[in-house]
């Protein structure tokens, strides 16, 4: 007989049925085999008002049950459909809690059978899912969902996914099943029965796994797909006519429309690497420089044979060139050509790691729910990418850090998972790349590491180039943290502190007492000791900041304060100097041992063994306490001329916990060494590279002055002048004379505004301080919600999630700072109106920017006009770049910072963006403008 699942769905009046909330819906739909053999739904008297805005989510009125049936008439058929059965809802504790409470309060015993929670389950079955919402896998698993959040369609589109989740179930292999058995005691769902069943099942009758999974060192993966070689005798033809309207593109894509500027782009770019020149091209929005460089960097590299690195600044920019614009140059192009995504190390699981954890006995339910997925995962992923699975905490998440490639030794010959490592696989596919897709972030590694990171390669596009100097500091400059030291010390460990150190040990043992009793001693003395001492360092710097920043008046939030490691005088920096020393003789001596106790396991431990893997990473470790000792020196002991040392502390943080930070001040030497000097051509592009029509500011400041690199400037092609329009306020307040003022002015002008486009409106700050306190006087205002008020900080949640539910609501307004000056692409209806609260100069003490100002001082030079202005220009590009992103679009850029028209300096600003009205009236009249532009006929 099959087994009984129950699937339930209630749609109530809140979220607390202990405060009183009730069910005023409920779907019920009863899975037996595969497919629903019964339904059952009705409304539910609630004795009390419906809120408006369940009313509004649910479309239930209270008129809709006010004739209903109370909990207690219909109880009866609930729990005859329960029994014997799983109960199963999309989010159990939800459903559960309310079903156990009602039926408590109609006097019957509250459910306490299996349980199956779709979310939990759909999180391990289909781990690459875009998302685990009903509606979002309804929409993926291709289910109709025609009325969601009705209790009865909701219950129907739960049961067809849980017959999807058994159907995925019966198809896993033994050996996975195996260890989703072993894991099974650890989920909230009681499906270990489920699995066990199905493994015993496939075992008893010898079912076959598919054959596109294979058994390595006990666990089932994906075979490995054998990628075929490009014929390099294939014509490359058809470049010079691309772009033309009878061209390649043409006649491929229905929706391409010529535009010239690209066909120029394109050119540009064609003519810098076959001359072997560097090149600066920027490019407005709408200009399509994606494609423009990707056509001659994949030419040139088919007709040369010459590997073309493309880098951009997010993960996300790569995969939309991996997943939009490669494919389109694929149908194309009349060639094949190799396109190789590559990443860092940290972004690939690490199979050797993750069996060595699956093996061990995982210690939290997170632990629980991302081993299994990962059992799941790796019957269907190739690249071993994090980026395809929904992990809970991604790539920056404590777990994966368990289970992603790091820097653990590689051996052919002593390492037999290295067939099967991803991170090796994704390399050498890069080795034979055409074009490889990388990251800045990877790219300046490459360039600082002394090992090859990046296959070699002569010619690079940088996309988003603005962002290059700031990189270039970041990855070539040094940051170091208690935290992450205290890290790498547990992960050693001693005999008697958990860790490599001591799961080792116990190899050594059995094979021989090579370390006397007393050796063994000394670790664990001087590992306390180095415990102390460095607790003792970061406790001292962190009083240090805390002293000298309270010497400045600024005692509330993050701590953050400038030093010389060179010059410091003071008996307390004294005292700092001396603690390092000691650390480091410590380390001196710890690292000697540990290299030994290494060297002595080494030819001891059997090859492919856990105790080989655990080796790597013993050794993994000892290695990144060689780079902390080198980072202690260049931190705290010595000091360059052109870098500028920080460190942060939380004012209300742990009183070890301090954040040490040196950047070069000026990068162009460095880029002219490390990068220009080295390649035979490097594009940057951006849409953001002149102030004035000149590239004379990024030219100096990443060292291209001796390149002479050549140069192009394409506007967009959009209608500015009749779709965008730039309005100031000319009464509005002045944040000289007050910010509590020019708040209030902010939060007026942005509710009035927003009450004509119908939200819709981006605010762009410069200041999370003055956004926070904007949001809370617009939430005053907003009693009866008018708008979904959405703030960076504020509310919880990644940039992309602030952006779905801002795209979510239809009159909404976004409130956010730095991460949402670029890179945000909100098209069409969705953004009418960007409002600019002030011009986007860079933080006065910022320490970088006050190094950099001080240099211009001097050396005699204006440092407003050298430093702050250029960066405040470019930034301001940037975003006004959010508002026009599609030829049709149509919108308002409100300045609300009036220097942009009455300061000397303002010009510099507008000559930065396209010909388009300015407007200088005040908010009232603005007001009009806005209404006008948006409703006239």
């Not at 860092?344 to 995982?362: D, I, N, V, W």
């Not at 992960?491 to 799961?503: E, Y």
């Not at 000097?677 to 590279?689: C, E, H, Q, R, W």
């Amino acid at each position: 007989m099959p087994d009984k699942f129950v699937v339930i769905d209630t749609e109530t009046t809140g979220n607390a049925p202990k405060n009183g909330d009730k069910i005023i819906q409920i779907g019920i739909s009863v899975v037996e085999g595969d497919r629903i053999t019964e339904t059952f739904s009705s409304f539910v008297h609630p004795f009390t008002h419906i809120p408006v805005f369940i009313q509004q989510l649910t479309g239930i009125k209270d008129d809709d049950v006010a004739d209903a049936p109370s909990f207690v008439d219909i109880a009866p058929k609930i729990l005859d459909l329960l029994n014997d059965a799983y109960f199963v809802a999309h989010n159990v504790p939800f459903d559960l809690k309310f079903i156990n409470q009602e039926l408590e309060y109609a006097g019957f015993p509250p459910f306490k059978g299996k349980i199956i929670d779709t979310v939990e389950c759909a999180r391990i079955l289909y781990p690459s899912a875009p998302g685990y919402q009903l509606s979002q896998l309804a929409e993926w698993l291709e289910i109709s969902h025609d009325r969601p959040h009705q209790a009865d369609s909701d219950a129907i589109v739960t049961a067809s996914v849980l017959i999807h989740l058994l159907d995925k179930l019966k198809s896993l292999p033994k050996k996975t099943l195996a260890w989703l058995d072993s894991l099974a005691l650890g989920l909230e769902s009681d499906i270990g029965r489920l699995i066990k069943a199905r493994k015993n099942e496939k075992v008893r009758f010898s079912m076959e796994d598919d054959d596109r999974i294979e058994e390595f060192k006990g666990i089932a993966l994906k075979k490995q797909v054998k990628t075929k070689t490009t014929d390099n005798e294939e014509q490359v033809e058809g470049e010079s006519s691309f772009f033309s309207t009878d061209g390649l593109l043409a006649s491929k894509w229905d929706q391409y429309e010529y535009r010239k500027a690209q066909e120029q782009m394109s050119t540009k770019i064609k003519e810098a690497l076959e001359s072997r020149e560097h090149a600066l091209v920027e490019a407005g929005t709408g200009i399509g420089k994606t494609i423009a460089y990707l056509v001659p960097a994949l030419y040139y590299s088919k007709k040369t044979g010459q590997r073309v690195v493309v880098s951009t600044h997010t993960i996300t920019l790569q995969e939309q060139l991996m997943h939009k614009e490669i494919p389109l140059l694929r149908e194309t192009v009349p060639f094949s050509f190799d396109s190789v995504l590559l990443k860092g190390k940290s972004h690939y699981l690490c199979l050797r790691k993750f069996k060595q954890f699956l093996s061990t006995a995982p210690s939290t339910y997170e632990e629980v729910l991302g081993l299994s997925q990962i059992l799941v995962w790796i019957l269907e992923t190739e690249t071993g990418d994090v980026e395809e699975i929904n992990i809970a905490g991604g790539s920056g998440s404590t777990f994966w850090e368990k289970v992603c490639t790091d820097d653990s030794i590689f051996s052919k010959a002593s390492q037999p998972w290295f067939s099967r490592n991803f991170y090796e696989r994704a390399k050498a596919r890069a080795d034979k790349a055409d074009l490889l897709i990388t990251n800045h972030a990877l790219l300046f590694a490459d360039i600082k590491k002394k090992e090859n990171l990046l296959p070699s390669y002569k010619h690079i596009v940088i996309d988003e180039a603005h962002h290059l100097d700031e990189l270039a500091s970041k990855n070539l400059g040094t940051n170091l943290n208690y935290f992450y030291l205290n890290q790498v010390l547990q992960r050693i460990g001693t005999q008697d502190q958990p860790g490599l150190f001591q799961q080792l040990l116990e190899y050594e043992q059995v094979t021989q007492h090579y370390f006397s009793s007393s050796w063994y001693q000394k670790r664990q003395d001087y590992y306390t000791l180095l415990k102390y001492e460095m607790d003792e360092l970061f406790r001292m710097l962190h009083q240090f900041c805390r002293d000298q920043t309270i010497q400045k008046h600024t005692d509330v939030g993050r701590l953050s304060i400038r030093y010389n490691p060179g010059n410091e005088k003071s008996s307390e920096w004294q005292a700092i100097k001396d603690t390092v020393q000691r650390i480091l003789i410590l380390f001196e001596e710890e690292e000697k041992a540990w290299l030994s106790f290494y060297h002595f396991l080494s030819p001891r431990v059997p090859s492919g063994s856990n105790e080989e893997g655990k080796l790597y990473d013993f050794k993994t470790a000892v290695e990144q306490v060689e780079e902390i000792c080198e980072s202690l020196v260049s931190l705290l002991l010595e000091e360059d001329n052109n870098y500028v040392y920080w460190m942060e502390v939380d004012n209300k943080g742990a009183a070890n916990a301090t954040y040490l930070y040196s950047r070069p001040v000026e990068v162009s030497d460095l880029l002219a060494d490390l990068l220009f000097a080295k390649k035979d051509s490097v594009i940057l592009t951006s849409a953001a590279l002149t102030i004035k029509d000149s590239f004379s500011y990024v030219i100096k400041k990443w060292g291209l002055e001796d390149f002479g690199p050549s140069e192009l400037q394409l506007t967009s092609n959009y209608s500015y002048d009749k779709r965008a329009k730039l309005l100031v306020p000319e009464d509005m307040a002045l944040i000289k004379n007050g910010e509590k003022e020019f708040i209030m002015a902010t939060a007026e002008f942005i509710y009035h505004a927003a009450s004509i486009t119908e939200g819709k409106m981006l605010v762009l700050f410069t200041s999370f301080d003055m956004l926070r306190k904007t949001y809370y006087q617009l939430k005053k205002w907003d009693d009866e919600s008018d708008f979904a008020l959405i703030a960076q900080g504020v509310k919880s949640g990644s940039r992309s999630k602030l952006m779905k539910t801002f795209r979510q609501h239809e009159q909404a307004i976004l409130l956010g700072t730095n991460a949402f000056w670029e890179g945000i692409d909100i098209p069409g209806e969705d953004l009418s109106c960007l409002v600019i609260v002030r011009l986007p100069f860079p933080p006065p003490d910022e320490p970088q920017t006050q190094a950099r100002i001080e240099q211009m001082k001097r050396e005699g030079k204006n440092a407003f006009a050298n430093v702050t202005l250029p960066q405040a220009v470019l930034r301001f590009k940037q975003g006004f770049g959010r508002l026009i992103r599609h030829k049709n679009d149509k919108g308002v850029v409100v300045v609300l910072d009036r220097r942009i028209l009455e300061s000397s300096y303002g010009t510099d600003f507008i000559q930065s963006l396209p010909a388009l009205p300015i407007i200088q009236k005040p908010s009232d009249d603005l007001l009009s403008e806005i209404a006008t532009f948006f409703y006239e006929e």
